[in-house]
Structure formats: C-alpha cells, structure tokens
C-alpha cells in the first residue's frame, strides 16, 4: 500500500501542475518495477487535443519508454476514474492494473458508469484498485472548479 500511495502521490503532483497551466486537475503516472516510467497530466487545451487526457500522456511515453506499446507489467495511476477513451486505450496498451484515486459518477469507464476496463467481451482484464488518495484527489477537482465559477 506504501508504494500506491507514493505513485499517487507522484500523480496528484501532476494533476497540480495541470491546474497550474488552467486544465482540469488530472494526473497520471505508469510505474513497472517499482519504477515511474512516465508521466501525464491534462493537455487539452495546451495542445488543441481531445485525446490529450493525463493517462494517454502518460501511456504514450511509458510506450515509448519501453519501446513497445504493450505495457505488460505496468500499474497506471491515475487522480480521476479514467473515461471510456482512456479506458479503451489502457485495454489495448494491456496494463496489468489500475489505481485511481477518485470515482467519476458522470464518465467513469472502471466501474462507475461504464466498465470498459473489465468487460467480459474484451479481450483483456486488469486489477483495479479504487479510493487511494481519493479525498486529496477530489478537493483538487473540486477546488479547481470552485475557483472558475
């Protein structure tokens, strides 16, 4: 549990740093090994793109970290319940596990709305671990948002 917490840790930094640069505080980082391989954080609306969500950033340089788009062996965490695109995406970069830290009960694709990371028609299921953080996690949101209305 110490090492979730420290990767969690590691990714609510990048979720900061994104609110920061005014994205929606989200952050993620792929760990192997004990190791952080990459991180991300929302880019959205620093580069015009919608894929741009923290766990796309982070699973495009862990990719090529490895050099390989097969992320066998790789935990992603992430601040926010991934979408159903990052969901998608985590499915065919088969990562063996998920930590996030708090739900979303309006896109969440692990379980909240959808579950596209553990459909039984898929070809690929992982761990998913729920809650680590998830109170830090959601204040960050929720502050962020306070502060634009």
Do not use: W
């Not at 998608?88 to 970069?93: K, P």
Request: glycine share 8%; charged share 25%; aromatic share 4%.
């Amino acid at each position: 549990m110490t090492a979730d917490r420290e990767a969690m840790e590691a990714a609510l930094e990048e979720a900061r740093k994104a609110a920061e640069a005014g994205e929606v505080p989200i952050g993620a980082v792929a760990v192997r090994d004990g190791e952080i391989l990459a991180r991300g954080q929302n880019r959205v609306l620093r580069t015009n793109d919608p894929t741009a969500h923290a766990e796309i950033v982070a699973l495009r340089d862990a990719a090529a970290a490895l050099g390989n788009y097969r992320l066998n062996g790789v935990t992603l965490y992430v601040t926010l319940e991934p979408c159903a695109m990052c969901a998608g995406a985590m499915i065919h970069a088969r990562i063996d596990r998920l930590v996030y830290a708090a739900a979303d009960p309006k896109a969440g694709a692990a379980g909240s709305v959808l579950d596209v990371v553990n459909h039984p028609r898929l070809n690929h299921q992982m761990a998913v671990v729920q809650g680590i953080m998830a109170e830090e996690a959601g204040e960050l949101l929720r502050s962020f948002f306070r502060e634009r209305r």
